[in-house]
Each structure stands twice: as structure tokens, then as C-alpha cells.
């Protein structure tokens, strides 16, 4: 597997993927490589085996999974294969699949996620977003923010609300939208980072076909707690902690203060110590719910746990990652200008290494805070 990943991966992708200093991969790159993976069977290996996944286990899943992210491959599109695609296969119907799945296989355009308004992220039950059916039409009126990446996807999968007059969660429907729809209107939001994926999405009179609900009128919340199960469980964002703290480690013996490569000193030598204890600790507690026999993409207080040390990990080397390369970490390097041709001024963990410490300060935030996953944790494992 090791070996086919890296042969199929084109250099220039996992280049760029490196020196990545955003929240997800370039949609280009995450599109392309989900059509090189679909050639071997691979773009959606966790879907059930009659919608084209593997059938492999989830140690197999994992130890696939890492492989790609050691060779720096771009994320796969996650709205479409770890989000929209298992529920239009649990609840869709199946005009629906036919219509959605393969294209989602192969890469054929990227999805964004449209649930979260100003006013209404962790509290979603109350969203605002209204779609009024007229005939064979739904009509749908609303703001929707920090839609990542909507500025590049042709579709967005939505929560709207159907029915304002029964208790939120019954009123809500999901409903696929494209965004090239006359009175779509995308924003881009500039980020700290330098980056602008976030966006606005303001919904102005839609005309949207009724065949694009899915499933049923006011199941949305059902359907959106199905897959945001999905988004916590695999969002220990183990991968990337182990490859972020092997970064740490080159960056440790590569730069030198007073002659001596960092690692000697006792002080940077025992914070790389602790990191990695920590990152072992959650790779094995990955491990332990990868082996439960029952598991499957559940709501526990685990994943929540996992959510949590995961999320501030990738906080905490980033930022060690800053403190040792030091002033050259505020350097920007714009994909365009940095010829990869010769050989680089600098060593290249040194590019984006602050917008990429920058950026992971969302990772406590999306997927749902930090203090929504210990209020899960102390519902769920404590029953408080
Ligand atoms: C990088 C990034 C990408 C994102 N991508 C998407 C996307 O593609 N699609 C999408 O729909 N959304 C996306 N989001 C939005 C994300 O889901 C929300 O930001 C998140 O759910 C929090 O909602 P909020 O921003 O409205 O904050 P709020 O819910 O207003 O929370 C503000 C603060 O109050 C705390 N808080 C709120 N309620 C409670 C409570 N009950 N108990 C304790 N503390 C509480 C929160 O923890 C937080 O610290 C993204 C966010 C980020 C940062």
C-alpha cells in the first residue's frame, strides 16, 4: 500500500500539501487525488462494499489512512466521502445514489458542508435558513457561515428549516443546493492565516427541485447528527499529530543555537519528550477504539476525549514547531513564487510554519468546540 500510495501521488501535489499553512488541502488537489485513488478502488475505502468501498477493516482503514498522510497526499474530499456520501447512501433514495455517489467516487466536483449561521454553530437546532416548498420547488431564503471552501464547490449539502412551527429539531430537512443557482451569493472571509477558505453563503429566493431533499421533510437532524457521529470519530487527527511531530523532530536536530543542534538542549529536549508521550498515548487510545468489536461511528464520550486531546496536540506542536524555528517562522511563502527547482534558501519546514500554527487554532473549534465535546463527555460518561 506504502508503495503504491507514493507511486501514484504526483510530486508537485505532495509538495504543495507540505507546505500547506490551511485547514484543508487545495480542492483541486483533494479532487484529483480521489480520481487517481478511484482507479484502485481506494477514493471511498470506508463506504459499505455495494456503494464502492473496500471492505477493509478499520485497523486497515487506519493504517491506509496513515500512509497517505505520510506522503503528504491532499485530504480526500471529506464533505462528499465522509459526510453527504454516507447519508445519501444510508437515507437517500435510489435515484438519488445513482445520481450522487459515483460522481462523489471520482472526484467530480467538491461539496461544502452549509449548516452552521451567524448566531446558530454549536446551538444548530436553531438554525434560521428557511426553504418554503412551492409545487415541485423548494424556495429557500437565509445566511449560512464558515462554509469551508464553498467558494470552489459546485454543491452544498444544507440544513434548512421546513417547519417553523414544531419543536426545532423536527423542522429541520437537508437539502443538496448547487451553487451556481441564481440568488446563491459566496463571500470569502479573509483569515488570520492569510488564507480566506471560510465563507459566507447568503441564499436569496433559491428555486431548488424538490428531488434534492434527502430522504424525508423534517429529518434533517437526524440525518445531520448521523454524520457529524462520522466528523467526531475520526477527527483524533492522529495522522497528522505523528507527522506533524516527526517534523518537530527534524526541526530539533536540523536547527542549532550556540553551535548545537536544538535537541541537546535539555529544555527543548524534554518538551519533544512529553509531545511524544502524548502523541503514543493517543495513537494507542485510537488503537484501543479501532479494535472494540462493536465499533462502528457512534456518538461515545470516547470519540469526544479523542476529539479533544487530538485538536489540542496539533495546537501544541504546531506551536512548539514555531518556538524552534524562530524568527524564520514568520515568514509567508506563496505557493507561486517558491521555485522548487533549486535548492531552497531555507530548510522547508520553515514555510507557513506561523499561518500553519495559526490555522490550528480552528481545530478546537470546528467539528464542535471544545466545550461542546466535555459537555458531551460529561453526558454521556458521567450522566450529568
Ligand atoms: C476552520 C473552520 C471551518 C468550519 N467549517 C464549517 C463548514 O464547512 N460548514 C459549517 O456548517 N460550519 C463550519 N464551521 C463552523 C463550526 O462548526 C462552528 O464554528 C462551531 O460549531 C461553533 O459555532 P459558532 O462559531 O457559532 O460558536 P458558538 O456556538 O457561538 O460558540 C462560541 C463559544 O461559546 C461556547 N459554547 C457555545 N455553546 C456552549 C454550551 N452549550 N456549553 C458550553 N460552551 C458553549 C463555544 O464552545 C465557544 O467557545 C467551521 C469553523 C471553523 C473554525
Known amino acids: 500500500m506504502r508503495e503504491a500510495i507514493r507511486a501514484d501521488l504526483p510530486k508537485d501535489m505532495a509538495a504543495r500539501q507540505k507546505a500547506f499553512s490551511g485547514n484543508q488541502s487545495e480542492a483541486e488537489d483533494s479532487l484529483k487525488w480521489m480520481g487517481i485513488l478511484e482507479k484502485r478502488g481506494w477514493s ?26 505520510n506522503a503528504w497526499a491532499p485530504d480526500s ?46 446551538d444548530l437546532a436553531r438554525l434560521r435558513t428557511a426553504a418554503r416548498r412551492e409545487g415541485d420547488k423548494y424556495i429557500v431564503n437565509g445566511q449560512k457561515i464558515w462554509t469551508s471552501v464553498a467558494y470552489a464547490a459546485e454543491w452544498g449539502f444544507f440544513l434548512v428549516r421546513t417547519n417553523p412551527d414544531v419543536k ?39 428555486e431548488v427541485p424538490a428531488e434534492n431533499l434527502i430522504g424525508e421533510e423534517g429529518m434533517g437532524w437526524t440525518y445531520a447528527k448521523y454524520l457529524l457521529d462520522h466528523e467526531r470519530t475520526t477527527s483524533s487527527f492522529i495522522f497528522f499529530n505523528k507527522r506533524e511531530m516527526a517534523r518537530a523532530k527534524e526541526i530539533a536536530r536540523t536547527e542549532t ?5 536544538l535537541i541537546e538542549d535539555p529544555v527543548i529536549h524534554a518538551r519533544l519528550m512529553h509531545l511524544e508521550a502524548e502523541v503514543m498515548a493517543l495513537e494507542w487510545s485510537v488503537m484501543r477504539e479501532l479494535c472494540r468489536e462493536e465499533f462502528k461511528y457512534n456518538s461515545t464520550a470516547a470519540a469526544s476525549t479523542l476529539k479533544i486531546a487530538g485538536s489540542r496536540l496539533q495546537q501544541t506542536i504546531n506551536e512548539f514547531q514555531v518556538d524552534m524555528i524562530g524568527v524564520r517562522a514568520m515568514r509567508k511563502f506563496p505557493f507561486e513564487v517558491a521555485d522548487r527547482t533549486e535548492a531552497p534558501l531555507w530548510p522547508d519546514y520553515t514555510e507557513n510554519a506561523t499561518p500553519r500554527a495559526l490555522v490550528m487554532r480552528a481545530a478546537t473549534i470546528y467539528g464542535g468546540t471544545l466545550q461542546i465535546q466535555k459537555g458531551i463527555i460529561s453526558k454521556l460518561a458521567f450522566d450529568l
Open 44 to 69: 471511498v475505502p470506508h463506504w459499505p462494499v455495494e456503494h464502492g468501498g473496500t471492505g477493509w477493516s478499520p485497523m486497515q482503514l487506519h493504517i491506509f489512512n496513515e500512509e497517505c498522510a
Open 77 to 122: 474530499c471529506w464533505g462528499a466521502t465522509m459526510m453527504c456520501g454516507p447519508v445519501i447512501y444510508e437515507f437517500g433514495s435510489q435515484e438519488q445514489k445513482d445520481r450522487f455517489l459515483p460522481a462523489f467516487r471520482r472526484g467530480d466536483y467538491y461539496l461544502s458542508q452549509g449548516f452552521s449561521e451567524p448566531g446558530n454553530g454549536s
Open 168 to 206: 426545532p429539531q423536527a423542522g429541520i430537512s437537508f437539502l443538496m443546493i448547487k451553487l451556481d443557482s441564481p440568488g446563491v451569493t459566496i463571500r470569502r472571509i479573509p483569515q488570520l492565516n492569510g488564507e480566506a477558505d471560510l465563507c459566507e453563503v447568503f441564499l436569496d429566493s433559491v
Open 257 to 261: 543555537r550556540h553551535g548545537k543542534p
